[in-house]
């Protein structure tokens, strides 16, 4: 079975840390798009961050330029996002997905319809 897992999302004071991984299982990470995206209530699913796999090509949001860092471990089929210095307009529910039909993302701000496989969120609160 074919599983993104999504996990250490939970409550942070303004300018804390957390670190989210994405775990997959069923299938390899290897040679796919990776991409993070969020969702907080009332609003539209946005693109946070992606890392490729083919070209170690990296793309963020330009709200979290700086703040966030992407990366994978593709021994241990898993892709992370570090946080920090969280704000409360990062509070979402955050997704990892996979783009089977790209290695890069070079090509600029990943798109919700082009993934295929998506986990099912974790909470991210900012809050003191």
């Known amino acids: 079975q074919v599983q993104l897992v999504e996990s250490g999302g939970g409550l942070v004071q303004p300018g804390g840390s957390l670190r989210l991984s994405c775990a997959a299982s069923?299938?390899?990470?290897?040679?796919?798009?990776i991409g993070w995206f969020r969702q907080a209530p009332g609003k539209e699913r946005e693109a946070v961050s992606c890392?490729?796999?083919?070209?170690?090509?990296?793309f963020y949001a330009d709200s979290v330029q700086g703040r966030f860092t992407i990366s994978r471990d593709n021994a241990k089929n898993t892709v992370y996002l570090q946080m920090n210095s969280l704000k409360p307009e990062d509070a979402a529910v955050y997704y990892c997905?996979?783009?089977?039909?790209?290695?890069?993302?070079?090509?600029?701000?990943?798109?919700?319809?082009?993934?295929?496989?998506w986990g099912q969120g974790t909470q991210v609160t900012v809050s003191s």
């Open positions: 997905a996979a783009n089977l039909m790209r290695s890069s993302c070079a090509a600029g701000p990943p798109r919700n319809y082009e993934y295929d496989y």
């Open positions: 069923g299938f390899s990470l290897d040679y796919y798009a």
């Open positions: 890392i490729g796999y083919s070209d170690g090509s990296t």
